[in-house]
């Protein structure tokens, strides 16, 4: 009995300290994304030239290129993919399903459609369509839920439930478009495709209070959601109330989500590929909310780099996204079509 407890945290501080080193890494490496995507432009300047205006310093160019354009833009980025990525593998660990990230279930979609009616139908403009889309998510995470319900909440039914919920607002997204006005369509285009080109510091000084407000309540749920990953039945033998869980923990992920699309636009499979990856980074049995949020903040980071610089003209970041993410889901339908699991 005392060598399998030794090995039992022996096998336990290896994965920790995996996870550690895994957390230290992205990390690194967003902060190095980050700093290069603040140096390198038209116009490039030092890493000196870059901390001067970061800490305030008037430096003839760089203030205004760097402190006012790249600064913001970077700083949506990381505070994007670190929102869509905790809020997606949020759901993918609660509801036990890879499938069940909010671009895919319909929560992305319902910001999306209430955004484009507030621009197109309503003449609504900046803070008052990131306001709508948020109450939208809102109120689409509910109606999901509520749908789904039946002596509890599956993952699987929920999942069909949202991507039943997504077509639907799909369609209606599709006939705003088709009765907008040019100059509306470019707009509602643009915010639909998610893209950081109007980012100021308006919208990310939101975003970050929803950020710092639901991160803590999603870290402080990390024990419940890895036990929910065993099964409802499970975790309530272990002490979990799981409906309590659950609801707390859809609540901030939404929360997250909505924020981030009412910031940056609906950024495609941010929130669906975050999760997997940081997953086969980590390894199992280690929680995989902060690594999946410096993954998401990571991919924003490099996908808008490649839009920007790499492709010969300027493509917006959910495009680049959209281009890596098609390809996963594909793979993954198919693996699990091979492999005669369930979604």
């Known amino acids: 009995m005392s060598a399998v407890l030794a090995d039992l945290v022996v096998g336990r501080r290896r994965r920790v300290r995996r996870r550690g080193a895994v957390v230290a890494v ?12 603040l140096m390198v432009g038209h116009t490039y300047y030092p890493l000196i030239d870059v901390w001067h205006v970061i800490v305030g310093d008037v430096v003839p160019g760089a203030s205004f290129t760097v402190g006012e354009l790249r600064l913001p833009r970077a700083s949506l980025a990381v505070l994007a993919g670190f929102a869509f990525g905790i809020g997606g593998v949020t759901f993918q660990t609660m509801l036990r399903n890879p499938l069940a990230s909010p671009d895919i279930i319909g929560i992305s979609q319902g910001a999306s459609a209430a955004g484009v009616f507030a ?7 900046g803070p008052t369509v990131s306001v709508v889309a948020v109450v939208a998510a809102l109120v689409t995470a509910l109606l999901i839920y509520l749908l789904a319900w039946k002596d509890g909440v ?12 997504a ?31 109007h980012a100021s510091w308006d919208v990310v000084i939101p975003l970050l209070v929803a950020v710092l407000a639901a991160t803590p309540v999603l870290l402080s749920q990390g024990r419940p959601l890895a036990l929910l990953e065993l099964g409802d039945d499970t975790a309530a033998a272990l002490g979990v109330p799981v409906e309590r869980t659950r609801l707390v923990s859809i609540v901030a992920a939404v929360l997250l989500i909505a924020c981030a699309t009412a910031a ?3 950024i495609a499979f941010v929130a669906f590929l975050a999760g997997p990856i940081a997953a086969r980074l980590v390894g199992p049995g280690a929680s995989l909310l902060v690594p999946a949020g410096l993954v998401g903040a990571l991919i924003v980071l490099l996908a808008d780099q490649v839009g920007q610089w790499a492709l010969g003209t300027r493509y917006p970041v959910g495009v680049v996204t959209g281009a890596l993410g098609a390809p996963y889901l594909v793979y993954l339908l198919a693996r699990t079509n091979k492999s005669g699991g369930s979604l």
């Open 119 to 125: 621009i197109v139908v309503l003449g609504y403009s």
């Open 264 to 266: 940056a636009g609906p």
């Open 26 to 37: 992205l990390a690194a490496l967003v902060v190095t994304i980050f700093a290069v995507s």
């Open 154 to 165: 599956v993952g699987t039914r929920l999942v069909l439930v949202g991507i039943g919920i």
């Open 167 to 197: 077509a639907m607002l799909h369609s209606v997204i599709s006939w705003v478009l088709l009765r907008a006005s040019q100059w509306d369509l470019q707009v509602a285009m643009r915010w639909l495709t998610g893209s950081l080109n």
